[in-house]
């Protein structure tokens, strides 16, 4: 019988991030300021901290990874890549299903890769107060636990309709010592100004964004620093050590190359963690699919346009250039929060731009399905953000059947949804809705960014 984990020992762990910026066939376009200068790190240091900012910047291949986060990472680390046969044996395919499952970390998903290297960076520049927002919650509640593992405090702005719809991700938080609260709220000049145009606004990344940052800055002592969970390079990279294990584990059992890679994307980070590494080898010549898949009311890849806009509502980011919907779209109030975000990282964007790799959206009622499936299948439930990469792995798994064609597919099993069981509640009690981004809205929010520069 085949196993069905392939697992890593400790010592087999990755000691250095891959870097996509040292090979990508065009390189990455530089964030600018409003008047369309290019930034310099110094203007990123009231944000971020220098030793981030050096990452942010680099284009160096490789990246050593310091001993204290290697030791944060092993306490969840190597996650295990497992073979999805449960899955296989019911769609009837000929694919060979493997995942990688992020979800074994203590907050639940991906993001304390990035969380622990974020918050151990800070502390070692002298930062005592990290300030953050949080979509589904597990970016708040992996910075939070990142904090408390080093010593720091965090802030958290939570998007209002999380806020409500996932009420335990904020015990969570609490748990670790965090301070979590809605946004937009009466704290930040930003927050007031938008409930004062839109009181029963649901919220959204943007705008939580502009509420964190705004508090980092305004800290006259120089001790509050912004930390952000996706869509910068410093996270894609941290991120990388997800596909580096993946290539590790598939070599275990004799896959040099995996036929197709898919990943979630909301800022693209668990996407990019997996798929970096093999847009590598596909930069060198394999052949891979590797698609980005986001949901159909937030479809910032497949209906946003390239150009320079802001990361949130409030214009306090750099312009980056990346795909976006326009930084004043507001998503409708999808279960998957963490894919509710109008920009995407820059580097996912540019390797999109590059032909590396094909998006994909899908709406949640097929994202529901496909996680019933896998749950009464595989017995895990799936995060709400995670179902979108399982809906496009068994489109892949009929497609290898319908072809008869025998295939590699490797997923990013980002997160578990044991803490989202209220939109499982209201998908199975039939009260969920297709959610479609209307042509007239999308319009509006582009036209609404279309003074900003170009991307020539
Ligand atoms: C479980 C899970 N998967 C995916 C995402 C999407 O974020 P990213 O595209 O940065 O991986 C999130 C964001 O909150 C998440 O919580």
Redesign the pocket.
């Known amino acids: 019988m085949e196993n069905k984990k392939i697992l890593l020992s400790e010592n087999e762990m990755p000691t250095q991030w891959y870097n996509l910026a040292a090979d990508l066939p065009n390189p990455l376009r530089p964030p600018l300021t409003a008047d369309g200068t290019p930034i310099t790190p110094d203007t990123m240091a009231p944000i971020f901290p220098m030793n981030l900012i050096e990452q942010e910047v680099s284009t160096q291949r490789w990246i050593d990874i310091p001993k204290p986060i290697l030791g944060f990472l092993r306490s969840w680390r190597p996650t295990p890549l497992k073979r999805a046969s449960a899955l296989e044996t019911h769609l009837d395919t000929p694919a060979r299903i493997y995942y990688k499952d992020e979800s074994v970390s203590p907050p639940g998903?991906?993001?304390p890769n990035t969380a622990v290297a974020q918050a151990w960076y800070n502390k070692e520049f002298g930062i005592e107060n990290l300030t953050t927002e949080?979509?589904?919650g597990?970016?708040g509640s992996a910075l939070g636990y990142a904090c408390g593992l080093v010593g720091i405090k965090c802030k958290v702005y939570m998007v209002r309709i999380s806020f409500e719809q996932k009420p335990f991700r904020k015990v969570l938080m609490r748990i670790w010592g965090a301070h979590c609260i809605p946004s937009p709220s009466q704290d930040t000049q930003a927050g007031r100004d938008i409930l004062k145009k839109m009181p029963d606004t649901p919220g959204s990344l943007g705008i939580a964004i502009s509420e964190a940052i705004e508090e980092a800055v305004s800290d006259t002592s120089g001790k509050t620093r912004y930390a952000l969970?996706?869509?910068l390079n410093h996270?894609m990279l941290h991120q990388s050590i997800i596909g580096l294990e993946t290539r590790a584990q598939l070599k275990k059992v004799g896959i040099e190359k995996p036929d197709i890679i898919i990943?979630?994307?909301?800022?693209?980070?668990?996407?990019a963690g997996l798929a970096f590494p093999f847009a590598a080898e596909k930069i060198d010549g394999a052949d891979i699919t590797i698609k980005p898949v986001e949901p159909k009311a937030c479809p910032t890849l497949t209906r946003g346009e390239f150009i320079y806009d802001y990361g949130d509502v409030a214009k306090t980011t750099p312009l980056l250039p990346m795909y976006s919907l326009g930084h004043t779209f507001v998503p409708p109030g999808i279960h998957a929060?963490?894919?509710r975000y109008h920009g995407m990282a820059p580097l996912v964007s540019q390797a999109v731009v590059d032909g590396l790799f094909e998006p994909e959206s899908l709406d949640q009622l097929e994202c529901y399905d496909a996680a019933l499936t896998w749950a009464r299948t595989e017995g895990s439930v799936p995060?709400p953000?995670?179902t979108h990469a399982i809906a496009a792995t068994i489109r892949e798994a009929l497609k290898a059947r319908e072809e008869g064609k025998e295939k590699d597919i490797v997923f990013c099993y980002?997160?578990h949804g044991l803490l989202d069981l209220s939109a499982y509640e209201t998908y199975l009690d039939g009260q969920l809705v297709e959610s479609t981004l209307p042509e007239d809205d999308l319009q509006k929010s582009i036209s609404d960014v279309k003074d900003n520069p170009r991307v020539e």
């Not at 990943?263 to 996407?271: I, K, L």
């Open positions: 998903s991906h993001k949080t979509g589904a597990q970016w969970g996706s869509v996270v990943g979630c994307a909301g800022g693209g980070s668990n996407f929060g963490g894919l995060a953000e995670t980002s997160g």
